[in-house]
């Protein structure tokens, strides 16, 4: 079981009926985007030790959905904090975002293009997380940059970045960061799709082979289809951070800001 702190959690209401549902005597929790807030992922964090503890004893994992970076101000702290939790709490598993795989070509190879890439989707933020200041960030070239990101971004941040995963399957529910493409098996999905996929899978109507939970697409609530489950309740602005609980045939919310 996770640490006992405070609980506080609420059903989750599913539009489709349909069961589905996790092997017994597993808990997931499914955590959406946290995009650098080091603050709602502490809270959330407390909030999840609580539900987990009054729940009993099962076999828990933590699901991180991926874009702990970038946006939010904190991001080194994020992915510090979650190598952590993945120490000392075994069943925690992290998805590959596509902002963390940006990040990484910038920060591990020193691609400048992957740098002004990062720099549009909000990697300024995460620039400045690891020790630049904004003096330094206004004066350096973009090869400067990348350069001094290299230099402070440390080796050990960037091995538990390369170390995600792109598709997490648990019983009837498959876990992945944007999505799946509606016209191919799971076993044949490409990496650009579960990394980055909206229309096509968000604009599906119908089922596919299992319940697809995933963040990257931001949404005021949480979104719950026949097909699939969006947690990504945009946490860098909103300052509302997600996670979904699944045991058997149940599901419900844990959240900040609730």
Request: negative net charge; contains cysteine; aromatic residues 6%.
């Amino acid at each position: 079981m996770l640490r006992k702190l405070f609980k506080n959690s609420r059903p989750a209401q599913p539009e489709d009926a349909a069961a589905a549902a996790i092997p017994a005597g597993q808990r997931v929790y499914a955590i959406g985007d946290i995009h650098g807030r080091i603050d709602l992922l502490d809270q959330l964090l407390r909030k999840l030790d609580a539900d987990d503890e009054a729940r009993g004893p099962a076999d828990t994992v933590l699901i991180f959905l991926g874009d702990l970076v970038d946006r939010g101000p904190d991001s080194a702290e994020v992915v510090e904090r979650l190598m952590g939790v993945k120490a000392n709490h075994p069943g925690t598993r992290v998805l590959m975002g596509n902002h963390e795989e940006v990040f990484l070509q910038a920060a591990r190879d020193g691609s400048v293009g992957a740098l002004r890439y990062c720099l549009r989707i909000g990697g300024e933020a995460t620039v400045k997380s690891y020790g630049v200041t904004e003096t330094e960030y206004r004066d350096a070239s973009m090869e400067e940059l990348a350069a001094m990101l290299q230099a402070r971004v440390p080796a050990a941040h960037l091995d538990f970045l390369e170390s995600f995963e792109d598709m997490i399957v648990v019983g009837d529910y498959v876990f992945v960061h944007a999505g799946v493409h509606p016209d191919a098996p799971l076993a044949q999905q490409k990496i650009n799709d579960l990394r980055w996929i909206r229309g096509d899978f968000l604009n599906f109507r119908g089922r596919l082979e299992k319940i697809v939970v995933h963040g990257h697409s931001i949404s005021d609530e949480v979104e719950v289809r026949q097909h699939r489950i969006g947690l990504d309740t945009g946490a860098y602005s909103s300052g509302v951070l997600t996670a979904m609980g699944f045991e058997g045939g149940t599901r419900w919310l844990v959240q900040t800001g609730t």
